[in-house]
């Protein structure tokens, strides 16, 4: 099946009992055994659930992947993948990542005796100086929350083959779509599915696709032991989203490349991040790995923090909300919002000043986006 095909069937058939085109959601916690040692291949739904399994082949097929693992949240997905390594293991992160990720590396995992290094994983020379011996996993964002950097991942991908390293990669900005990261040689894909997959801010969810056996086999164990799993209901919530992630997306894509350009020209804008202009310090390595550059777009003004906010608090339109990747164009301010916990002087370090706004272009008519940060800029 071509990609656009996989996305609306794959892992999906009729119901054999009654035909329905949708699978069952399968609200149950337990399933009857016939006789001791016989089930039906379904046991407790911690360990697996038929709707649950339904959406993990669906992934799996989209990535291109042999497994997914779907989890309640895309923060429990990534410390599920830090569970593949043990105490005095070390990793190197992404500097850029959503500000939720490095909370829970530095205030949780430290705790359990992993240890983290961040650099701009951009700069392939970067993460091959931050190996040490104690060096385990290459975690890449790309593109990165909310500053939108792209990694080389064939770099990435050499770099972890060389020091037998895992090399994991949080692809919710891009989505399968645009990027199918195993094509690279990246062993664990990670997803929010709370976003661009299921598209419609109706659930919370994350999911981890890997060709590896090994990896699979101790994620499935992990999943089963800590119970970090979405409700079969998420689960479906999520599959009626996915059926139009392929249409969704080239809207996303075309509407935030208009967006951009119409920013970039704004003469209140100080600075437009966006994978998809040439302004991009990594464009040329989006263009090549990337097959559409999604719908992310960030940004400054001219008058700093006081203008930034101005056309935060200005908008119409577009909501002032903490999420991303839906049909509803939402905006954000990174610095109190979805960053708040990364220390002021390291977001300032980082380029994720005060006065960056994040923009999640959504799939309404893009002039009526547009319209609404035109009279918001002009209070601005
Ligand atoms: C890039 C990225 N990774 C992971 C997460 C965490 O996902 P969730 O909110 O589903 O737990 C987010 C949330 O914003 C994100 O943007």
Not at 50 to 68: C, D, F, K, S
Not at 150 to 156: I, Q, R, S
Not at 283 to 299: D, P, R, T, V
């Amino acid at each position: 099946m071509k990609f656009d095909t996989r996305v609306v069937r794959a892992g999906i058939t009729p119901d054999p009992t009654t035909g329905s085109i949708l699978p069952p959601i399968y609200e149950t916690a337990t399933y009857v055994l016939e006789e001791i040692g016989k089930d039906k291949g379904f046991d407790y739904t911690r360990s697996s659930n038929p709707t649950r399994q339904v959406l993990e082949q669906n992934l799996a097929a989209i990535e291109g992947g042999e497994y997914a693992i779907c989890f309640a949240s895309g923060m429990s997905a990534v410390d599920s993948a830090m569970k593949l390594l043990s105490a005095g293991d070390h990793v190197i992160s992404s500097d850029d990542v959503y500000g939720g990720v490095s909370r829970h590396f530095n205030r949780v995992l430290a705790r359990y005796g992993l240890t983290f290094s961040y650099v701009n994983s951009s700069e392939p020379e970067a993460v091959r100086k931050a190996i040490r011996p104690e060096t385990k996993m290459l975690w890449v964002e790309t593109p990165t929350n909310p500053l939108l950097k792209v990694t080389d991942l064939a770099a990435m991908a050499d770099i972890a083959k060389q020091h037998g390293l895992y090399l994991g990669v949080d692809s919710t900005f891009a989505t399968p779509v645009f990027l199918r990261p195993l094509e690279y040689g990246v062993d664990i894909v990670m997803h929010s599915t709370t976003k661009y997959l299921s598209g419609h801010n109706q659930i919370i969810g994350g999911a981890v696709i890997t060709n590896r056996q090994d990896i699979y086999d101790e994620m499935k164990f992990i999943q089963k032991t800590i119970g970090a799993v979405p409700s079969p209901f998420d689960c479906w919530l999520t599959l009626l989203g996915l059926k139009t992630l392929h249409l969704r997306m080239q809207r996303h894509t075309v509407s935030a490349q208009r967006v951009a350009a119409y920013l970039e020209d704004h003469p209140k804008v100080s600075r437009v991040t966006y994978p998809g202009l040439a302004s991009h310090p990594q464009h040329e390595i989006a263009k090549s790995q990337m097959s559409g550059f999604s719908g992310m777009i960030s940004f400054e003004l001219k008058g700093g923090i006081a203008a930034g906010k101005a056309v935060m608090n200005n908008v119409k339109l577009c909501d002032l909300a903490e999420s991303l990747g839906a049909v509803e164009t939402m905006i954000t301010h990174p610095a109190t919002m979805t960053h708040a916990d990364v220390p002021a002087e390291e977001r300032e370090a980082r380029g994720l000043t005060d006065g960056l706004v994040r923009l999640s272009v959504g799939i309404e008519d893009v002039e009526d986006i547009v319209a609404d940060l035109e009279q918001a800029l002009d209070k601005a």
